[in-house]
C-alpha cells in the first residue's frame, strides 16, 4: 500500500511517475553519444567512474514505484503488535539483537531483505507504517550501514532490500530528521555499488537475478543511473539465460523459486513503468515464457504443488503475481527442460515429476521425487506430496525437513525403501537419477504419459517405468508402476512400495477385499482407488500447507517384492460420485 501524496514525496525528494530524460538510450543519439555509452561500459565500476560522478548528483530517489503484489496481513498485524511473525517463527522487534541474530537463516532474509515492508502495507496506512518501518530501519542501519557483512549484504537479499526500499520508500523516508534521511539514501546508494561488484559473485539461479534486478532497479531510480542502467541490462539478459530453462521454468526446478523469479520480474516491470520507460524485449519474453511455466504446476484451485521442497503456496498468492506481470498466457503443459508435465481434462488436474533432481547447488532443499505425481479435481487436492523441505525452521524442524526430501515422502515407487537419488548426510544428492525417458501421447480417448528413470540400475539393478492414462472426461486416471531388470547387477527379490499420500481433507477406507479403497474428500467428489498387485494398507503420512504448517494425513502404499524378471504393479483411480 503506497499511501501518499505527490506533494509529500515531494518534499522526501521522490516524484511518483515523473517523466524525466533518458540519459543511455542509443536510439535516435548522436555518435559522440554512442561511443560515450561505450566508454561508460569500460569505466563502470572502476575508480575513473567514481571519480566521474562524484558529487554530480544530488542524493533522492527519482521516483517510487508501486509494489503490485499483497504481502501476508497476518505478518503485518504481527508488526503493528511489535513483533516479526514468518512461518510460525515469532521474534520480538525490542529485542532483536541486529548484530548477533540468533534466528534460523530464512527468517533472518525476510528480516534482511526487507520484505517485511510489503507485509506492513497490507495492514497500514503511511501514517501507521512509517514509525514501526523507521524504528526497524534505525536499529538496522546502526549495525549494518557501515559494515557489510553476510548475511544481510549477501547479494540477494542486497538485491531483494532494493527493490523493497523503494517500493515502500515513503514508509521509510518520511522522516523530518536529515541526517537519518540522508543516511537512508546513502545506504541505498551503497547498496547499489556493492551489487555492482558482487552481482556476479552471487549463487546461479534466482539468487543472481536478484542482484542483477537490483542494479537495474537502482539504474532506473537513482540519479545518474544512465551508464548503470547498460551495465545492468546486459548483465540481467545474461543472467535470465542461466535462472531459467528456455522453456520458462527455474533451473532449481523449484515452484517457489519459479514463483519468486516472475515477482522479480513483475516488480522490475513497475520500475520501468512509473519511470515511463520502455522495458526491454528480453525481459517481457522471459516474464511470458516464466508465467507459462509457473501456470503449468497449478492445480485446479490455482495453488502451487508440493515439489523440490515447496509447499502448497495459495492461489490467491500465484494470481496476484501473475496479474501483476500482466501476461495472459496459457499453463505450459509440456516443460521437458523445467521437468514437469500436466496432463488436465475435465476437472482433473494431473501433475508430474519428469526430470533428474536439480543440481545441488542449484537448489536449497532438492528431493529425491522424479516420477512422483500429484492429482487434484477441481478446488480439491486428493494425491499430493509432503511438501515443505526447503521452509527448515520454526513449524519445521531440521530433521523433518530432511525427511521431506526422500522419495517417501513423493508419491511415487520405492525400492528397497531407498531414494531414487541419493541425499548425503551433508545435504546435497549424491548419485542416482541421471537420465529420464519421456513419452507423451494426445489421443481422442485421453491423454498417455510414459516415463522411466534410471536412479535404481546402479544400486539395485531396476529401471522404474510409470504409465498413466487419463480418460478425455477427467474421471479415471490408470497407472502401473513397472521395475524392469538392468545393467549386469544380480536381480535378488526386493521389496518396493507404491506410496499414494493423499490431502487432509481426504478420509480413506479400505475395501473388504483389501484390494482398493473410497477416497472421500470433504464437501468434495467421492474418488475409488484399485490396485492389481501387492498388498494395500492405509498408513499415516503428512502435508505442508501454503503456510508452512504440517497438517496430519494419510497415505495408501501398495506393497510387495520383485521377483528376478522385475514386477508389475497396476492400479486405477476413479470419480465415482
Known sequence: MNDHSPLDLAQ??????????????????????????????????????????????????????????????????????????????????ASLDFANPSLAPVFLDYIHSFRWLRDLATVA???????????????????????????????????????????????????????????????????????????????????????WGGIVTASLLIPGGGPRRIFGEAGLERTIGTAFHPDGGSVSRSPAAQLDG????????????????????????AMSRAVAALLGITHGDGGLGSWQGGNAISDSLVEAVVAATGVRTRPLRQARDWGYQRLSAGQTVLLVDAAPPPVSHLAVAGCASTNAMEISDGPYRLVVNCGGAALAGGTIPEDLAQGLRTTAAHSTLVLADRNSTAILNDGTLGKGV?????????????SRLEISHDGYVRRLGFIHRRLLLMGSDG??????????????????????????????????????DKQGALLRIQMGPLWQFRSGGGALAIEDSLWVDGDGRPHPTKQLVVTGETAAGGASIGWLLKRVG
Not at 485 to 510: C, I, N, Q, W, Y
Open 12 to 93: 522526501d525528494g521522490i516524484e511518483q511517475g515523473k517523466r524525466l530524460i533518458r540519459l543511455s538510450d542509443d536510439k535516435g543519439v548522436s555518435l559522440a553519444q554512442r561511443m560515450a555509452n561505450h566508454f561508460y561500459r569500460l569505466t563502470w565500476r572502476t575508480p575513473l567512474h567514481a571519480m566521474r560522478l562524484k558529487g554530480k548528483y544530488p542524493l533522492k530517489l527519482l521516483a517510487v514505484p508501486d509494489d503490485p503484489i499483497p504481502g501476508d496481513a497476518r505478518a503485518g498485524k504481527a508488526l503493528r503488535a511489535g513483533y516479526f511473525l514468518f512461518r510460525g517463527m515469532k521474534q520480538p522487534i
Open 125 to 211: 496506512t503511511r501514517e501507521q507504517a512509517a514509525p514501526i518501518a523507521e524504528a526497524i530501519m534505525r536499529k538496522w542501519l546502526a549495525v549494518h550501514a557501515e559494515k557489510p557483512s553476510e548475511p544481510a549484504w549477501r547479494a540477494d537479499n542486497a538485491g531483494w532490500r532494493l527493490l523493497f526500499w523503494t517500493a515502500h520508500a515513503p514508509f521509510i523516508l518520511s522522516s523530518t530528521d536529515l541526517v537519518y534521511r540522508s543516511l537512508v539514501l546513502n545506504c541505498i546508494a551503497r547498496t547499489a555499488r556493492h551489487l555492482d561488484r558482487s552481482a556476479d559473485k552471487a549463487q546461479a539461479g534466482l539468487p543472481r537475478l536478484v542482484a
Open 262 to 285: 516472475v515477482m522479480l520480474l513483475a516488480m522490475l516491470k513497475a520500475v520501468y513503468d512509473v519511470r515511463r520507460e520502455a522495458m526491454p524485449d528480453f525481459i517481457q519474453i
Open 434 to 446: 541421471t537420465e529420464v525417458e519421456l513419452e507423451r501421447q494426445e489421443l481422442e480417448q485421453g
Open 475 to 512: 474421471r479415471e486416471v490408470r497407472g502401473e508402476d513397472m521395475l524392469l531388470p538392468s545393467g549386469r547387477r544380480k536381480h535378488a527379490a526386493t521389496g518396493f512400495a507404491v506410496r499414494f499420500h493423499l490431502a487432509p481433507d481426504v478420509e480413506p477406507t479400505l475395501t473388504a
